[in-house]
T-cell receptor
């Protein structure tokens, strides 16, 4: 069966510090991978998605970046965090075929102070 | 922007059916209707999806109107663990397509 991992679960960082969140998927090959952010009390905002190694599409301009160094690894980064980067970050994967519903990880709660 | 509208909150008695409505009047012919739910501080959980026909799985049933402008998610026997925010999403099924989540419906199952 497939599983998706995210770490850390929670993170408190000062403004201006760098960020690296990691997501890995097990039990599937060549998945589509996604990063979402959920602000408190709001729906999910798609940040990045990737259809393959080294292929990243950005949905929202921001100071965040994403990378996919391996097939089942997706990393969300920032060189300098802003207060507005606080939120709940979710990684998800989907299969490549039709009816490709997305399966979400447990999330990382980031607080920027 | 989300292409769906849902009531912000609903209550349901434990053991009764929970019927969650969703309007998607601008849905395109190639867009599917998806339902997810999210329990506080956890990642969203896939529930069900469909295109035209009604669908049923072990979690829920999805009823889509003939004109596809609205749908209803049915949890046949709601339990306290079904308390969550439920999201209705329409999207094209395909390679690298993204989801747009709106505010959803907060379902409270009451004992």
């Amino acid at each position: 069966s497939q599983t998706i991992h995210q770490w850390p679960a929670t993170l408190v960082q000062p403004v201006g510090s760098p960020l690296s969140l990691e997501c890995t998927v097990e039990g599937t090959s060549n998945p589509n991978l996604y990063w979402y952010r959920q602000a408190a009390g709001r729906g999910l905002q798609l940040l990045f998605y990737s259809v393959g190694i080294g292929q990243i599409s950005s949905e929202v301009p921001q100071n965040l970046s994403a990378s996919r160094p391996q097939d089942r690894q997706f990393i969300l980064s920032s060189k300098k965090l802003l207060l507005s980067d606080s939120g709940f970050y979710l990684c998800a994967w989907s299969g490549q075929g039709a009816y490709n519903e997305q399966f979400f990880g447990p999330g990382t709660r980031l607080t920027v102070l | 922007d989300a292409k769906t509208t849902q009531p912000p909150s609903m209550d349901c008695a434990e053991g009764r059916a929970a019927n969650l409505p969703c309007n998607h009047s601008t849905i395109s012919g190639n867009e599917y209707v998806y339902w997810y739910r999210q329990i506080h501080s956890q990642g969203p959980q896939y529930i069900i999806h469909g295109l035209k026909n009604n669908e049923t799985n072990e979690m829920a049933s999805l009823i889509i109107t003939e004109d596809r402008k609205s749908s209803t998610l049915i949890l046949p026997h709601a339990t306290l663990r079904d308390t969550a925010v439920y999201y209705c999403i329409v999207r094209v099924d395909g390679y690298g397509q993204n989801f747009v989540f709106g505010p959803g419906t907060r379902l409270s199952v009451l004992p």
